[in-house]
Nanobody, 121 residues
Framework: QVQLVESGGGLVQAGGSLRLSCAASGRTFSGYAMAWFRQAPGKERVFVAAISGGGRYTSYADSVKGRFAISRDNAKNTVYLQMNGLKPEDTAVYYC??????????????WGQGTQVTVAS
Protein backbone atom coordinates (compact mmCIF):
# COMPACT_ATOMS: atom_id res chain seq x y z
CA GLN A 1 0.00 0.00 0.00
CA VAL A 2 1.45 3.32 -1.09
CA GLN A 3 1.40 6.07 1.51
CA LEU A 4 2.51 9.69 1.28
CA VAL A 5 2.73 11.88 4.36
CA GLU A 6 3.34 15.62 4.00
CA SER A 7 4.69 17.88 6.72
CA GLY A 8 6.20 21.31 7.18
CA GLY A 9 3.24 23.56 6.49
CA GLY A 10 2.31 26.46 8.71
CA LEU A 11 1.77 30.19 9.00
CA VAL A 12 4.48 32.50 7.69
CA GLN A 13 4.78 36.20 6.92
CA ALA A 14 5.04 37.38 3.35
CA GLY A 15 8.65 37.13 2.18
CA GLY A 16 9.36 34.24 4.49
CA SER A 17 10.33 30.65 3.79
CA LEU A 18 9.04 27.17 4.49
CA ARG A 19 10.25 23.70 3.55
CA LEU A 20 7.68 21.02 2.93
CA SER A 21 8.52 17.33 3.17
CA CYS A 22 6.71 14.30 1.81
CA ALA A 23 7.70 10.86 3.08
CA ALA A 24 6.73 7.94 0.85
CA SER A 25 6.36 4.23 1.47
CA GLY A 26 4.95 1.22 -0.30
CA ARG A 27 6.69 1.39 -3.69
CA THR A 28 10.18 1.73 -5.11
CA PHE A 29 10.56 5.45 -4.50
CA SER A 30 13.29 6.16 -7.05
CA GLY A 31 11.27 4.54 -9.83
CA TYR A 32 8.64 7.25 -9.90
CA ALA A 33 8.38 10.96 -10.43
CA MET A 34 7.15 13.06 -7.51
CA ALA A 35 5.22 16.30 -7.69
CA TRP A 36 3.70 19.02 -5.58
CA PHE A 37 0.30 20.48 -6.33
CA ARG A 38 -1.67 23.04 -4.37
CA GLN A 39 -5.31 23.95 -3.90
CA ALA A 40 -6.44 27.37 -2.73
CA PRO A 41 -9.90 27.84 -1.19
CA GLY A 42 -12.59 27.68 -3.86
CA LYS A 43 -10.12 26.81 -6.61
CA GLU A 44 -8.97 23.70 -8.42
CA ARG A 45 -5.81 21.84 -7.51
CA VAL A 46 -2.93 23.07 -9.67
CA PHE A 47 0.59 21.97 -10.49
CA VAL A 48 3.49 23.50 -8.57
CA ALA A 49 6.61 21.42 -9.25
CA ALA A 50 7.76 17.96 -10.29
CA ILE A 51 10.97 15.97 -10.13
CA SER A 52 11.95 12.84 -12.03
CA GLY A 53 12.69 9.54 -10.31
CA GLY A 54 16.44 10.02 -10.31
CA GLY A 55 16.18 13.72 -9.54
CA ARG A 56 17.83 14.84 -12.78
CA TYR A 57 14.82 16.65 -14.23
CA THR A 58 12.59 19.23 -12.59
CA SER A 59 9.65 21.30 -13.76
CA TYR A 60 7.95 24.31 -12.19
CA ALA A 61 4.81 26.34 -12.62
CA ASP A 62 5.58 29.84 -13.88
CA SER A 63 4.12 31.31 -10.70
CA VAL A 64 6.80 29.73 -8.51
CA LYS A 65 9.89 29.70 -10.77
CA GLY A 66 12.86 31.27 -9.06
CA ARG A 67 11.21 31.08 -5.62
CA PHE A 68 10.51 27.37 -5.05
CA ALA A 69 12.86 24.41 -5.39
CA ILE A 70 11.91 20.75 -5.48
CA SER A 71 14.40 18.07 -4.47
CA ARG A 72 14.41 14.47 -3.36
CA ASP A 73 16.46 12.13 -1.22
CA ASN A 74 15.92 8.62 -2.53
CA ALA A 75 17.80 7.11 0.40
CA LYS A 76 15.17 8.61 2.71
CA ASN A 77 12.20 8.13 0.36
CA THR A 78 11.43 11.81 0.79
CA VAL A 79 10.70 14.71 -1.54
CA TYR A 80 11.04 18.33 -0.48
CA LEU A 81 9.69 21.67 -1.57
CA GLN A 82 11.76 24.64 -0.46
CA MET A 83 9.61 27.76 -0.70
CA ASN A 84 11.26 31.15 -0.50
CA GLY A 85 9.87 34.63 -1.03
CA LEU A 86 6.39 33.48 -0.08
CA LYS A 87 3.43 35.60 -1.13
CA PRO A 88 -0.15 35.68 0.16
CA GLU A 89 -1.25 34.10 -3.11
CA ASP A 90 0.82 31.01 -2.22
CA THR A 91 -1.70 30.27 0.53
CA ALA A 92 -3.14 26.82 -0.16
CA VAL A 93 -3.19 23.20 0.87
CA TYR A 94 -0.11 21.57 -0.65
CA TYR A 95 -0.29 17.94 -1.79
CA CYS A 96 2.46 15.61 -2.93
CA UNK A 97 1.82 12.94 -5.50
CA UNK A 98 3.73 10.01 -6.97
CA UNK A 99 3.46 8.61 -10.47
CA UNK A 100 4.74 9.19 -13.98
CA UNK A 101 6.28 12.44 -15.19
CA UNK A 102 4.00 15.38 -15.98
CA UNK A 103 2.23 18.51 -14.78
CA UNK A 104 -1.25 17.03 -14.85
CA UNK A 105 -3.02 15.46 -11.89
CA UNK A 106 -3.69 12.47 -14.12
CA UNK A 107 0.04 11.69 -14.17
CA UNK A 108 0.02 10.84 -10.45
CA UNK A 109 -1.83 7.89 -8.95
CA UNK A 110 -1.23 8.33 -5.23
CA TRP A 111 -1.58 11.44 -3.08
CA GLY A 112 -0.89 12.57 0.43
CA GLN A 113 -3.43 14.15 2.76
CA GLY A 114 -2.08 17.67 2.26
CA THR A 115 -0.45 20.28 4.46
CA GLN A 116 -1.75 23.82 4.93
CA VAL A 117 0.45 26.78 4.03
CA THR A 118 -0.80 30.21 5.01
CA VAL A 119 1.09 33.36 4.06
CA ALA A 120 0.09 36.49 5.95
CA SER A 121 0.48 39.89 4.32
Amino acid sequence: QVQLVESGGGLVQAGGSLRLSCAASGRTFSGYAMAWFRQAPGKERVFVAAISGGGRYTSYADSVKGRFAISRDNAKNTVYLQMNGLKPEDTAVYYCGTGSWGNSERSYDYWGQGTQVTVAS
